[in-house]
C-alpha cells in the first residue's frame, strides 16, 4: 500500500488548494495508513490543522515529520510559528533557528521572528526580521505592517 502515498497527498494538496481542508487532510491521513514512515504526509496533515487553527494537532503532527525528515526547512518554521502562537517561546525560537540554519533566506521564519518580536515590543528587531522576510518573498498581513508602522518600524520597499 506504500506506493499509494505520493498519490493520497498529491490529492489532499489539491483539496487543500480548493479549500476543502476536511478532505484534504482525510487524504493526508489516508496516506499516512498507507505508509506510516511518508514524512510528506504528516507535514501536508499539519499544514492542514495550522490552517484552521487546530495548534495542538498542527504541533502533533509537525513532531511526526521531524521524526521521519529532518532536512525540509518548513517543517521547523511552521513548528516554531506554531508553538509561538501557543506561547511556547524557548522551543518556537529553537525550531525558527534551525530553519534558518537549514535556509538563511526563509522569509516564513524570518516573518514569524517579526512576529515574535513584535509581540516584545522589540521594534528594532521586528523592523530587521520583517525586511528580511520581505526581501525572500513573504507578504505582510495588513495588521501586522499596521501595528510595525505604528511603532515606527520602517518597511523596506519591495
Same mark, same amino acid.
Given at each position: ?8 497527498? %498529491? ?17 493526508? #491521513? ?9 514524512? =510528506?504526509?504528516?507535514? +501536508? ?7 484552521? +487553527? ?23 518554521? !511552521? ?10 517561546? =524557548? %522551543? ?8 534558518? %540554519? ?25 523592523? #530587521?526580521?520583517? !525586511? ?9 498581513? =495588513? ?13 523596506? %520597499?519591495?
Amino acid at each position: 500500500m506504500k506506493h499509494f502515498a505520493p498519490d493520497a497527498v %498529491e490529492l489532499g494538496w489539491n483539496y487543500f488548494k480548493q479549500g476543502d481542508c476536511e478532505t484534504a487532510l482525510k487524504r493526508f #491521513q489516508m496516506a499516512i495508513r498507507h505508509d506510516p514512515d511518508f514524512a =510528506p504526509a504528516y507535514f +501536508g496533515a499539519a499544514y492542514v490543522c495550522s490552517a484552521e +487553527g487546530k495548534l495542538d494537532d498542527a504541533i502533533k503532527y509537525y513532531r511526526e515529520t521531524l521524526k521521519r525528515e529532518t532536512l525540509y526547512v518548513y517543517t521547523y518554521a !511552521n513548528l516554531g510559528y506554531a508553538l509561538l502562537q501557543e506561547g511556547k517561546f =524557548p %522551543e518556537a525560537l529553537q525550531m525558527l533557528d534551525k530553519a534558518l %540554519e537549514i535556509d538563511p533566506t526563509c522569509g516564513v521564519a524570518h516573518l514569524s521572528y517579526a512576529n515574535y518580536y513584535a509581540y516584545k515590543r522589540d521594534w528594532k528587531n521586528a523592523e #530587521q526580521s520583517v !525586511n528580511k522576510a520581505m526581501k525572500y518573498g513573504q507578504k505582510i498581513h =495588513p495588521e501586522l505592517r499596521e501595528m510595525l508602522e505604528k511603532h515606527g518600524v520602517k518597511l523596506a %520597499e519591495n
